[in-house]
């Protein structure tokens, strides 16, 4: 199995696991959506997708997108998605992504790697803690929700 950065030529694989992903989100299937989106995100550099690939086949990935903290003058990522196919689960595929993208924030100095799950997501909280991730009780996530 290889770890790497998703150029344009890996749109479909990777377009098929962020449609898988999205459905696994209660979202409808929509194969095109997910490859305009993903090809908007590459083209402009707008994230940082990491895949992983074993013998042409694309397991999993995750999507990093660059925020910036004005306090301590660094750049952070926020892990925004990550998805491995239910056939590759329990398979350590998971693991290398997130290794990948804390591998990725420390050479672009980053201040930290942020990410959120759902409170009932328990097996995720292990996975995120079980990395160091740390959960910040203090504070407080509001959303402004737009028309």
């Given at each position: ?67 910036f903290s004005s306090v301590h003058l660094k750049p ?47 097996h995720a909280q292990h996975v995120y803690e079980n ?17």
């Open positions: 199995m290889k770890i790497l950065r998703a150029r344009l030529h890996d749109l479909d694989g990777v377009a098929a696991l962020f449609n898988d992903y999205r459905i696994f989100y209660r979202q409808s299937s929509d194969l095109e959506g997910a490859k305009v989106y993903l090809e908007e995100r590459l083209s402009k550099d707008q994230s940082v997708i990491f895949i992983a690939v074993r013998d042409g086949e694309y397991l999993g990935f995750t999507q990093l997108y660059p925020s952070i990522w926020k892990l925004n998605d990550l998805y491995i196919a239910e056939h590759a689960r329990n398979q350590g595929v998971g693991q290398k992504l997130l290794d990948a993208a804390k591998e990725h924030a420390l050479l672009t100095e980053a201040k930290n790697v942020i990410l959120e799950t759902d409170a009932d997501n328990l990395n160091g991730y740390v959960r910040e009780d203090d504070v407080y996530h509001y959303t402004l929700p737009l028309p």
